[in-house]
């Protein structure tokens, strides 16, 4: 099925060091929401963006909606440990549903 | 507030067996979504359910199917099981119908043997 382009697929960092992923589509969204899944676990919401040029901070978790509405950034400020885990990203129109379409995924890797 | 409560958290089926799964959504949340999550092809859509009625229905099989109850509960349903339906099935709730963030469970590990 159709899924966005994320990237990086994966990044192995040094704790402090700040952290920047993306996610590109070939087609618009109303709104682009970023999830973390730990292991086992299910993709916890993290910042939604209902705004084209929309810039939400949350902590230290800092999320942008383009101006093109077909993509969008986090950044991840002085990484910790808890960090790690799965970054996701998802676009959803927003009209008749709620559906999301996923990006494949951010494996983040912090070293203390 | 509780989150949202799938059971059973694991689950071992056999080929051509059937399975349902439950999913409680967060109290006050009327619009119940699905997701399967593989390894191969990531989080994808099945379906979702608002007023006992399926609003959506992502490209899977009829063997995959769902419904909502009145409380706003859901199941999910797969019939004649394959190999390939070994997956994290995932169940979101969201406030609203439209343009509301989904908010997931942990969700059911099933194996197909």
């Known amino acids: 099925g159709q899924q966005l382009n994320q990237s990086p697929q994966s990044m192995f960092i040094q704790e402090g060091e700040d952290v920047s992923m993306n996610c590109t589509s070939s087609?618009?969204?109303?709104?682009w929401l970023w999830y973390k899944q730990d292991p086992g676990e299910g993709p916890v919401l993290l910042i939604a963006l209902y705004k084209a040029g929309e810039l939400t901070s949350n902590g230290r978790l800092t999320a942008q909606f383009g101006i093109t509405r077909k993509d969008s950034f986090l950044n991840i400020s002085a990484s910790i440990p808890s960090d790690v885990g799965i970054y996701f990203c998802?676009?959803?129109?927003?009209?008749?549903?709620?559906?999301?379409?996923f990006g494949g995924g951010t494996r983040l890797m912090v070293k203390p | 507030k509780a989150g949202v409560t799938q059971t059973p958290r694991y689950l071992i089926k056999t080929r051509g067996q059937q399975v349902t799964l439950s999913c409680s959504p967060i109290?006050?949340?009327?619009?119940v979504s699905w997701y399967q999550q593989t390894p191969g092809q990531g989080l994808q859509f099945l379906f979702e359910y608002f007023s006992e009625t399926q609003r959506n229905k992502g490209n899977f099989p009829g063997r995959f199917s769902g419904r909502q109850f009145s409380n706003s509960r859901s199941e999910m349903n797969v019939s004649t099981l394959e190999l390939g339906d070994s997956a994290l099935y995932l169940c979101?709730?969201?406030?609203?119908?439209?343009?509301?963030?989904?908010?997931f469970g942990n969700g059911t590990r099933l194996t197909v043997t």
């Open positions: 998802a676009g959803q129109l927003g009209h008749a549903g709620n559906m999301l379409t």
């Open positions: 109290s006050g949340h009327r619009s």
């Open positions: 087609s618009i969204f109303n709104t």
């Open positions: 979101a709730s969201s406030f609203t119908m439209d343009n509301s963030p989904l908010h």
